[in-house]
T-cell receptor, first 111, second 114 residues
Framework: GEDVEQSLFLSVREGDSSVINCTYT??????LYWYKQEPGAGLQLLTY?????DMKQDQRLTVLLNKKDKHLSLRIADTQTGDSAIYFC???????????FGQGTTLQVKP | DVKVTQSSRYLVKRTGEKVFLECVQD?????MFWYRQDPGLGLRLIYF???????EKGDIPEGYSVSREKKERFSLILESASTNQTSMYLC?????????????FGDGTRLSIL
């Protein structure tokens, strides 16, 4: 079945770059999403990438997609303490409107 | 901006009670979803709905039911609450079934069953 995998935890120093990785299994996914969840809050859409793209950049965020390896990454440049949150990767499920989420990666930013 | 509102941020109920979690969206979205979130497990889909009076089972529907009498409102019902249903519950909505329609989330309800 469809599955999305992420590592659970990443710790970086303020000002460094963060790279959060995700692997997925559904090769028919047309869009892949990154959501951010701050403590005690719901999920906020950060960015998404169409499956025929390799890269998408949006200010400090860069999304890289390797379709062959079914690997997605989110790079945050100049990471700030306000970037501390849980980051979820998600893929659409064969045009059903459903999303399959990974377990979430907790990003800890140390001053 | 899309607004998805969940009626309670925190809720404490007792084992065996019937519990209602309410969710309202203001963008005329067709699709609505209920998830539960547990540490290390990510989001798991409980139920979803593509239109009024329609409902579909997600991955973990046991012990839950839903109601969608109006397009903007999607209710999650715990028929007889149990302690293993203590969790964070998240509601989401989106436009149609096209792949380029991201889901928009409410702030969540943290439910404790004693």
């Amino acid at each position: 079945g469809e599955d999305v995998e992420q590592s659970l935890f990443l710790s970086v120093r303020e000002g460094d770059s963060s790279v959060i990785n995700c692997t997925y299994t559904d090769s028919s996914s047309t869009y892949l999403y990154w959501y951010k969840q701050e403590p005690g809050a719901g999920l906020q859409l950060l960015t998404y990438i169409f499956s025929n793209m390799d890269m998408k950049q949006d200010q400090r965020l860069t999304v890289l997609l390797n379709k062959k390896d079914k690997h997605l990454s989110l790079r945050i440049a100049d990471t700030q303490t306000g970037d501390s949150a849980i980051y979820f990767c998600a893929e659409d499920s064969s045009n059903t409107g459903k999303l399959i989420f990974g377990q979430g990666t907790t990003l800890q930013v140390k001053p | 901006d899309v607004k998805v509102t969940q009626s309670s941020r925190y809720l404490v109920k007792r084992t065996g009670e019937k519990v209602f979690l309410e969710c309202v969206q203001d963008m005329d979205h067709e699709n609505m979803f209920w998830y539960r979130q547990d540490p290390g497990l990510g989001l798991r889909l409980i139920y979803f709905s593509y239109d009024v009076k329609m409902k579909e089972k997600g991955d973990i529907p046991e012990g839950y039911s839903v109601s969608r009498e109006k397009k903007e409102r999607f209710s999650l019902i715990l028929e007889s609450a149990s302690t293993n249903q203590t969790s964070m519950y998240l509601c989401a909505s989106s436009w149609g079934r096209q792949a380029d329609q991201p889901q928009h989330f409410g702030d969540g309800t943290r439910l404790s069953i004693l």
